[in-house]
């Protein structure tokens, strides 16, 4: 039995707000972090690029389990040129040592190389052209910079 292959079919450049906190809650430490913009590219089966904008709307909601660990679960929406829309829903996890995640909390820019950042986007659209995406499994890449998180989601072959 061969590994799955993973094959980029999406390259997302995100704009976030800044953090709301809400502190440490009964359901942990939470926040939440709004998206204000940003840009993608899909690389389609069959070799098609296509360009587009993420909509400012949607938001990445925290959990911070510890100094170290971090669960994140955003939803937003990206559209092409022609207007057709594809509703992005990722979780995943971000850790690395306590002062390196200190430093992304307070909006410092980090060496992507010492933060494990991976997501599981579920990816839905109405329009035929990304009709497949309901129907494939897609892991992510995530590297955070202060003021955005460029996402890269593969296909599992």
Avoid: C
Avoid at 23 to 45: D, E, K, Q
Avoid at 117 to 129: A, G, H, K, Q, Y
Avoid at 135 to 152: H, N
């Amino acid at each position: 039995m061969d590994a799955p292959k993973l094959t980029l079919r999406f390259a997302l450049d995100v704009l976030i707000a800044d953090p709301v906190d809400f502190g440490v809650t009964v359901r942990g430490h939470r926040r939440m972090i709004a998206i204000t913009a940003g840009s993608f590219t899909s690389y389609l089966p069959g070799g098609d690029e296509v360009t587009g904008t993420v909509l400012p709307i949607g938001a990445d909601f925290q959990t911070l389990f510890s100094g170290e660990l971090t669960y994140l679960s955003a939803s937003y929406v990206i559209e092409d040129a022609d207007g057709q829309r594809v509703l992005v829903e990722n979780t995943g996890i971000r850790h690395a040592e306590a002062e390196t995640i200190a430093a992304i909390n307070r909006g410092e820019r980090v060496e992507n190389d010492v933060v494990y950042f991976m997501t599981t986007p579920v990816l839905t659209s109405s329009d035929e052209r990304y009709s497949w995406v309901s129907s494939r499994l897609f892991v992510g890449k995530a590297l955070r910079e202060p003021d955005r998180v460029k996402l890269f989601f593969f296909e599992v072959e």
